[in-house]
């Protein structure tokens, strides 16, 4: 099993301002890298898929890059909208995984 | 418009059975490959289950090898999870999602399962 790591945690970070998520996997996984985005009481919501392309209806200030093992999300001028929980995911191999997520909080 | 919608949970003794439904809608169904997701209480998401397009091939997490069925109904446009033998650490909400074709383009709103005496 791919196990996916994020980083950080908590993320704090004031409106306006970047943020950058992290997120690693055990082996590579090409670039069959997915991002969600959680809100309390929500389903999770499509960004991100093929690590750099943006999900129907997603803001530009979303991006994403990465391949291999090594990804990052950025969000380049946090809307209060954009605070939630992010999770990074595999679907590579069987059984697709997920990292334990990012919560994105206001500073 | 994607539409999906669960439906089945709720609570249930250790050792029984539940099985939900997923209803899709404003889609072609019989296209797509289905998974079901879950996320226990605070936690995050697992991967429990994946169904291909004709419901020839099936997928399952180890967690639920041999305890869960996934299965669909194309003419009816809907998707199912037979839950048996389910433990307290089953405990979780209860996501469907359609492939997209591998990523989870589009999310229900989820159905909760409480395995609890």
């Known amino acids: 099993e791919i196990v996916m790591t994020q980083s950080p945690a908590t993320l704090s970070v004031s409106p306006g301002e970047g943020a950058t998520l992290s997120c690693r996997a055990s082996?590579?996984?090409?670039?069959?890298l997915a991002w969600y985005q959680q809100k309390p009481g929500q389903a999770p919501r499509l960004l991100i898929y093929?690590?750099?392309t943006r999900a129907t209806g997603i803001p530009a200030r979303f991006s994403g890059s990465g391949s291999g093992t090594e990804f990052t999300l950025t969000i380049s001028s946090l809307q209060s909208e954009d605070f939630a929980v992010y999770y990074c995911q595999q679907y590579n191999n069987w059984p697709r995984t997920f990292g334990q997520g990012t919560k994105v909080e206001i500073k | 418009e994607v539409q999906l919608l669960e439906s089945g949970g709720g609570l249930v003794q250790p050792g029984g059975s539940l099985r939900l439904s997923c209803a899709a809608s404003?889609?072609?169904?019989?296209?797509?490959?289905m998974t079901w997701v879950r996320q226990a209480p605070g936690k995050g998401l697992e991967c429990v289950s994946s169904?291909?397009?004709?419901?020839?091939?099936?997928l399952y997490a180890d967690s639920v090898k041999g305890r869960f069925t996934v299965s669909r109904d194309n003419s009816k446009n809907t998707l199912f999870l037979q839950m048996n033998t389910l433990r307290a650490e089953d405990t979780a909400v209860y996501y469907c999602?359609?492939?997209?074709?591998?990523?989870?383009?589009?999310w229900g709103q989820g159905t909760l399962v409480t395995v609890s005496s």
């Open positions: 169904i291909s397009d004709t419901g020839g091939s099936t």
């Open positions: 093929g690590a750099s």
């Open positions: 999602a359609r492939a997209g074709p591998y990523y989870l383009a589009y």
């Open positions: 404003g889609f072609t169904f019989s296209s797509y490959a």
């Open positions: 082996q590579s996984v090409s670039s069959n």
